[in-house]
């Protein structure tokens, strides 16, 4: 038998430059934030539990998961602090085993990860950089 393969010549067209401006998905998540940002939150941060500490022949990778409890006992601790309004949480989960936690709060004064911590009680490695929001495009990243 006589097979015979057809190659088909594709043509190649190219790119346009777009001019449209990305705007995000105005979705339920973005109308919450919106909601949210009536509250005039000024910074916000993240907390990710990290276990992945080497000790001799162990490296521990998995199970990061933060429990409701010890959400609810930080933001309970930052709620304290005198220079501190107001505050909101969400918990978002990156799979069955791991999680971590975005929050943001209304401050008078500028609060460094050290100080952030020691009002929390918790680990200053788990906290990352704290970013000031200045409007909802901020808080959506």
């Not at 500490?53 to 521990?60: A, E, M």
């Not at 936690?101 to 911590?117: G, I």
């Amino acid at each position: 038998m006589n097979q015979t393969k057809t190659i088909e010549k594709r043509e190649e067209i190219p790119l346009k430059k777009s001019t449209r401006i990305w705007q995000p998905k105005q979705d339920k998540q973005w109308k919450l934030i919106q909601e949210y940002s009536k509250y005039d939150f000024n910074y916000q941060s993240v907390i990710r539990l990290n276990n992945n500490t080497y000790q001799d022949n162990y490296t521990k990778v998995y199970n990061n998961k933060m429990s409701n409890s010890y959400v609810d006992k930080v933001m309970d601790n930052l709620v304290k602090r005198k220079s501190i309004t107001g505050a909101i949480a969400f918990i978002e989960y990156d799979d069955n085993l791991n999680n971590h936690l975005h929050f943001a709060w209304y401050s008078s004064k500028e609060l460094t990860r050290k100080q952030l911590a020691n009002t929390m009680r918790t680990n200053i490695q788990y906290i990352r950089n704290i970013q000031p929001i200045d409007g909802v495009e901020d808080a959506i990243r």
